[in-house]
Nanobody, 136 residues
Framework: EVQLVESGGDLVQTGGSLRLSCEAS????????ISWFRQAPGKEREGVSC????????YHADSVKGRFTISSDNAKNTVYLQMDSLNDEDTAVYYC?????????????????????????????WGQGTQVTVSS
């Protein structure tokens, strides 16, 4: 059974930091790209960061670039999202998603063209989400 389990969401003050985790099971981790998406109340879901596990390609959307860092621990089948300098616009439910060949390609394209390609349809598996609330 495929599972993606997010954790690490919390209430934090403006300017603070959090690290989210996405633990994967039930599929070959190295064959996938993992992305973080977020959805704030009343807003559309937004792609935030991606990582192609096999080649360690990463990319971040402009809204979080320089503040968020995505990484993976392949031994633990876990992807992390380190979030620094948080502000109230970062308040959202954060989801991780896993996708195969197409997702890896879109993540690499993002890095190559310096443009974040937000394509949720190429992701096969989704977690349940973890709430991040930034309070001033």
């Amino acid at each position: 059974e495929v599972q993606l389990v997010e954790s690490g969401g919390d209430l934090v003050q403006t300017g603070g930091s959090l690290r989210l985790s996405c633990e994967a099971s039930g599929f070959t981790f190295d064959d996938y790209a993992i992305s973080w998406f977020r959805q704030a109340p009343g807003k559309e879901r937004e792609g935030v960061s991606c990582i192609s596990i096999r080649d360690d390609t990463t990319y971040h959307a402009d809204s979080v670039k320089g503040r968020f860092t995505i990484s993976s621990d392949n031994a633990k089948n876990t992807v992390y999202l380190q979030m620094d300098s948080l502000n109230d616009e970062d308040t959202a439910v954060y989801y991780c998603a896993a996708g195969g060949r197409k997702a890896r390609q879109w993540c690499r394209n993002s890095r190559y063209y310096s443009h974040y390609y937000d394509v949720p349809s190429v992701y096969d598996y989704w977690g349940q989400g973890t709430q991040v609330t930034v309070s001033s």
